[in-house]
C-alpha cells in the first residue's frame, strides 16, 4: 500500500456563487482542494466554498511560499506583511526555505456553531468566524494544523485490563442527538421534576458527558444509538462536541500513565 506524502498549505481562498449561476472559471483542481462543505450549510440561496492550496514539500522550490500562520477578522495590526484573502481571511506567508517545521499550516479545515470545538490532538479552532454573513447560529470558523503529523505515541490504554480490584466500569452515552450549534432543550426538568424553561440543548449534554466522566471514571467508553439529531446540518461539528470530553479525559490519563516512564528516562545528576 502507497504511503501518501505529508502535503503543506501553500494558499487560501474562498468562493462564493448562486447555485443557478455557477462560476464560469472555478479554481484548478490540480492545485486546489475543495472543502466539501458549504459555507452557508445549505441556508442561503447563495453557496460559498473554501479552497485550499496544497503542495508536496519534496517538489517545492526555493520559489513556492508556505503559510504561516492565518487570521480572521480585521487585518492584522503588528508586524509582518499579511495577505488579505476573501471572508476577512488574513494569510502569512513565507518562501520555502528548504525546512518544514512546526510553524507550516499542513492542513485546514471548517466547523460551525458558536459551541464548535476541535478535539484533535493539535488542531486549533479559530474564535472569529469567517465573515460571509452566514447565519448568526451556526457560524462558519476555520480550525488549523500547525506542523506535519508525527507517528502515533505510545498508548498506555490500548490493552484493557481489570482493575487491582477486580472492577472494570464500562461507561455508555447514547442518544445525544446533537445538532450544528447549540440546539434547544425544551423538555428539562429540575431535581423535583418541575419544567424549567427553554435552554440551549448540546452545551447541557456536553457538560453532563463531562461530569459522568469524572464522576464513574470508566475504563471504557462506548457509544451507542443515535449520537446526531436527523437534521444536524454539520455531522462532523456536531459528533466533534460528543467526543471532545472523551478525548480531552483520556489524554489526561495517557499524560499520568507515561509521565512515569519519561521520569524514568531522565539522568539521576539533574536531581
Request: proline share 8%; aromatic share 6%; hydrophobic share 40%.
Amino acid at each position: 500500500m502507497a504511503v501518501l506524502p505529508h502535503l503543506v498549505v501553500t494558499d487560501l481562498t474562498l468562493s462564493t456563487y448562486s447555485p443557478t449561476e455557477p462560476p464560469l472559471c472555478e479554481p484548478d483542481p490540480q492545485k486546489w482542494h475543495r472543502i466539501e462543505k458549504d459555507l452557508y450549510l445549505h441556508t442561503s440561496q447563495q453557496n460559498a466554498w473554501l479552497y485550499v492550496a496544497r503542495a508536496n514539500p519534496e517538489e517545492l522550490t526555493a520559489e513556492d511560499v508556505l503559510v504561516l500562520d492565518i487570521r480572521v477578522g480585521d487585518a492584522p495590526s503588528f508586524g509582518h506583511s499579511w495577505e488579505s484573502r476573501p471572508g476577512g481571511i488574513w494569510l502569512l506567508r513565507r518562501k520555502f526555505s528548504g525546512i518544514i517545521d512546526e510553524a507550516v499550516v499542513t492542513e485546514v479545515d471548517v466547523l460551525f456553531g458558536t459551541d464548535a470545538v476541535d478535539p484533535r490532538p493539535k488542531w486549533a479552532l479559530m474564535r472569529s468566524p469567517l465573515q460571509i454573513n452566514s447565519q448568526p447560529e451556526f457560524p462558519a470558523r476555520l480550525s488549523v494544523l500547525h506542523g506535519i503529523r508525527g507517528k502515533p505515541g505510545p498508548d498506555a490504554r490500548a490493552a484493557l485490563r481489570v482493575r487491582d480490584d477486580g472492577k472494570f466500569r464500562i461507561v455508555q452515552i447514547s442518544d445525544t442527538h446533537m445538532v450544528t450549534g447549540v440546539g434547544v432543550c425544551k423538555d428539562s426538568i429540575d431535581a423535583h421534576g418541575k419544567d424549567l424553561p427553554e435552554s440551549e440543548a448540546d452545551p447541557r449534554t456536553v457538560d453532563f458527558i463531562g461530569r459522568t466522566l469524572d464522576l464513574e471514571k470508566p475504563d471504557l467508553v462506548v457509544l451507542t444509538g443515535d449520537q446526531l439529531h436527523h437534521d444536524t446540518l454539520d455531522s462532523q461539528s456536531a459528533l466533534f462536541k460528543v467526543v471532545a470530553p472523551i478525548i480531552e479525559r483520556s489524554q489526561q490519563q495517557l499524560t499520568k500513565a507515561l509521565l512515569p516512564r519519561t521520569l524514568l528516562k531522565v539522568p539521576r545528576e539533574l536531581f
